[in-house]
């Protein structure tokens, strides 16, 4: 079945998944990561250019975020874009049609996906809900995809987006929990501190696996 097709109950019926929200981040704990100028350019040039499909959201303004953090971090990660995501058929999770539209790898290799995948964004035109059940499948999904290849994450964290808008969400421990809190490209010191964060926790996670 698509990432696309499934929802909510599916999840919890075919793979065990509970679902809770609460506020996810706590600021305190956030490093503040400010953006640079070429980033706040390339948002107000995308915003002045406008988008008319999620192509182009994940084109013009996704893309470009997830960039600004990997060159942040000395690209330390591998973005793989509108790739496909091969887990078994037998759970459920379509090799046909298992594309996403961003995974974070900690591998180096670009040509094809490689495990430790750390973190999936999955950008919509509008509909941000359909979005995060899409992502959490596709956590699901990531989660069999590492635990094949050896590696064991506790947490994996994902995020449904329009571009201007963003919502996370994790999967640990067969729970995934959707952030309460929305953060917007208007906030970008907020945004790339979350995201920034998201990094460190999953590089931790990684010096065990």
Known sequence: MPYTQFNARELTKQFGIQFKA???FDTQNLPVIQPTNWIIEAIEKAMKIG???EKSRSERIVSPILMELSLMNDESFTIYSGMK????????LDKEWGECDFMLSFSKIQDFVV??????????????ESGTIQCAAQLIAANLFNQEEGHNFKTLFGC?????EWRFLKL????????TERYF???L???MSVLQFILNESEKEMVGN
């Open 85 to 92: 995501l091969n887990v078994d058929e037998a759970t459920g």
């Open 51 to 53: 988008f008319s499909s």
């Open 189 to 191: 010191t907020k945004l």
């Open 185 to 187: 490209i208007t906030n």
């Open 115 to 128: 495990t430790p995948i750390f973190a999936i964004t999955e950008a919509k035109k509008q509909d941000i």
């Open 22 to 24: 609460t506020h996810l």
């Open 160 to 164: 449904s987006t329009t571009g201007t």
């Open 172 to 179: 640990e421990n067969n729970v995934i929990t959707l952030d």
